[in-house]
């Protein structure tokens, strides 16, 4: 019997784009565009999954949702939301969602999403033990279009078997796009192991990657499983590779290049079946160039290259990060704040995010912490983040840049004059001369 689906969406084109993508993929599709036929179809029949965007014409999707709980069917609802929607998603799914997709949709995202709500589906009816809370996701994708590009290539790479190298700054998800490409391989339903390259003591690097039997060594008081074994038939993602050392590095490049292991002390050697997936904040080709890594296990890592873009690059995805993260902040510590000041806003799209992705969920988890009301205010974020946003402002006052500079240091400041001349540094006379000069008009 195939697997009938319930799409739900006002936006008439969209729902039946998307009724033909799944039906294509074999789903049996129906599809209603408000809250009242979707009711009706759900009277008249039971369907495996529901998708539906969180907001509609007559109601909206958490109405479904709570339907479909208080009858006690075993459908499994995926919500469809903008980022803005992001916090009532999380809601929904302490209420029984089982997850939510950020729009505009991915189509391989969205058919990973129905597979693992199925999955789960079947080991409810096999397993009677209560399943842990579902948590927020780690990662959100953005709508830019240097995220479109990344996930482009990530969608591009992931079924195959080639090793890919991930190329971004600290902080930038690095660790994150590799689960991603695991998730969406063939083998996603295999170990994924992590392994912090810059962690490991040159001494053990060999018992870390490729284990050891008790007594090889002193202190080897027991068998030790390596992280290629743990990843047998999965992915092993290597962090940070460029911190191995030039002896490790050797030994990586043989087991990579004959997928076999031999564990230290053990005279047997062991067959792998592993996917590579490295990252590095650094310039790996440089590296080559100076002799510090190894040119054969370079081009070895690097069958696919990721280049992932500073969060500073990505200027409409700041927000959506942010809700998202606030959402995870919220649940994290049993918090309900609701929203960001739009002062705040204006400081985070003209904050440089130096630390990226990490930075700014570190820095909105501790907002969260500190914030008393229903909303994050400039007064609970660490004050060097508002003098760095204001010094880049000034710094970018020059005649190439000088009318690019009036325009931040106004949206900065909602477009008070006083504060924006004192922002740039400059009176206030000068602001109005210059305002006429570049026809700003206010």
Partial sequence: MSVKILVVDDDTSFCLLLKTFLQKRGYDVVTAFNGNDALQELNKEFFDIVLTDIRLPDSDGLEILKSITQKGLKTQVILMTGYTDIKTAVNAMKIGAFDYVGKPINPDEILHTIQQALLKKETKKSNTVTEPKKTVSGFVKGISSDSAKLYDHINLVAPTNMSVLIIGDSGTGKEYIAQSIHMQSKRASKPFVAVDCGAIPKGLASSEFFGHIKGSFTGAVTDKTGHFEAAN?????????????????????????????????????????????????????????????????????????????????????????????????????????????????????????????????????????????????????????????????????????????????????????????????????TLYNKLKLYNIDL
């Fill in 233 to 429: 038939g999965g992915t092993l993602f290597l962090d940070e590779v460029g911190n191995l050392s030039y002896d490790v590095q050797v030994q990586l490049l043989r087991a990579l290049q004959e997928r076999k292991i031999k564990p230290v002390g053990s005279n047997t050697e062991q067959q792998v079946d592993i996917r590579v997936v490295a990252a590095t904040n650094e310039d790996l080709g440089e590296a080559v160039k100076r002799g510090d890594f190894r040119e054969d296990l370079y081009h070895r890592l690097n069958e696919f290259c990721i280049h992932v873009p500073k969060l500073s690059e990505r200027k409409e995805d700041v927000m959506m990060f942010a809700n998202h993260f606030l959402a995870q902040a919220n649940e994290e510590l049993e918090k309900d704040v609701e929203r960001f000041d739009q002062n705040v806003i204006d400081l985070f799209l003209n904050y440089s995010w130096p630390g990226n992705l990490r930075e700014m969920k570190n820095i909105i988890k501790r907002s969260v912490l500190l914030t008393r009301g229903n909303a994050i205010s400039l007064e609970v974020l660490p004050p060097e983040m508002e003098q760095s946003a204001n010094e880049e402002i000034q710094l970018s006052y020059s005649k190439e840049s000088e009318e690019e500079a009036i325009r931040k240091a106004l949206e900065r400041t909602n477009y008070n004059k006083s504060k924006a001349a004192k922002l740039l540094d400059i009176d206030r006379k």
